[in-house]
């Protein structure tokens, strides 16, 4: 698909967002405009992709191109998460999963234009995934992009620039979560999709949150963990599309714990 469709794809997206979390038009489109002025983020992206290909021979997924022209390159769900960040402020984010680096760019470029607000992501260095790659599921769909040289550690293509409000722990989403003292507005899930595996991450993270945080859960396609949570819940999500370069597959699940509780009541 084409970069402008592309473009429309991510703005019919952010309308519905608006629409679902009764936000007023143009609230998140505006920031999804001012993302695509960036012209320091995406020259410092590639920046990081020239330097790991040349320097640690890594030419898999996104970085096989030899520059990202635009951030509408990358999927849709980066882009949700970068204008939920600038609009909803969140003082603490909490990451499962980070791989190169992707989704975890776009909410700390949002803090670092915020100037308020941290991030924690939890993520295994590469050498223990390789390792355990035999029983792992974590992204089972695609093949060996996700193992790369121990010489490199997830993140890789995040910009230092905005890394000041970073907080990377190494080690198991199941055993790190319950350890955290924080409590947590946004909640962004992309690490293993099975079914066992992401309906625990969700039932020691929900234990972590605002009552009106955002949850962000990736591939909902993969398993049925997150409907079942929100089935549990009795709350009602979104399903959002990808923006076109992956035939639109339904793959974003996004909920605010508090927006429909109220609407909920007559199941009781």
């Not at 607000?117 to 093949?143: C, F, M, T, W």
């Not at 076109?244 to 605010?256: C, E, N």
């Amino acid at each position: 698909m084409e970069i402008v469709d592309s473009r429309k794809c991510n703005l019919m997206n952010l309308k519905r967002v608006e629409v679902f979390l009764e936000l007023p038009e143009k609230t998140l489109t505006t920031h999804y405009e001012e993302l695509l002025e960036d012209d320091l983020f995406i020259a410092e992206v590639n920046k990081m992709i020239a330097f790991v290909k040349s320097e640690h021979g890594f030419d898999k997924g996104i970085f096989r191109m030899q520059s990202v022209p635009s951030v509408d390159w990358f999927a849709f769900e980066r882009i949700l998460l970068y204008v939920l960040v600038r609009h909803y402020r969140p003082k603490n984010i909490l990451e499962t999963g980070v791989y190169y680096g992707g989704n975890t760019a776009f909410l700390l470029l949002a803090l670092f234009k915020n100037r308020s607000g941290s991030l924690v992501s939890i993520d295994y260095p590469d050498a223990e995934i390789v390792k355990n790659k035999s029983q792992s599921q974590r992204h089972v769909l695609v093949s060996d992009s996700e193992y790369y040289d121990s010489t490199l550690q997830p993140g890789f293509m995040i910009p230092n620039y905005i890394k000041k409000e970073w907080n990377l722990v190494f080690g198991d989403s199941r055993v790190e979560i319950p350890n955290l003292k924080q409590e947590f507005n946004l909640f962004v899930h992309d690490s293993e999709h099975s079914m066992k595996f992401l309906a625990k991450e969700l039932e020691l993270a929900s234990n972590k949150l605002s009552g009106d945080a955002l949850v962000v859960v990736d591939d909902i396609d993969w398993s049925n963990a997150f409907f079942a949570f929100c089935v549990e819940r009795r709350l009602s999500p979104l399903l959002l599309t990808d923006n076109g370069k992956d035939d639109l597959r339904v793959r974003t699940g996004l909920v605010q714990l508090s927006n429909f509780r109220n609407r909920n009541e007559d199941f009781n």
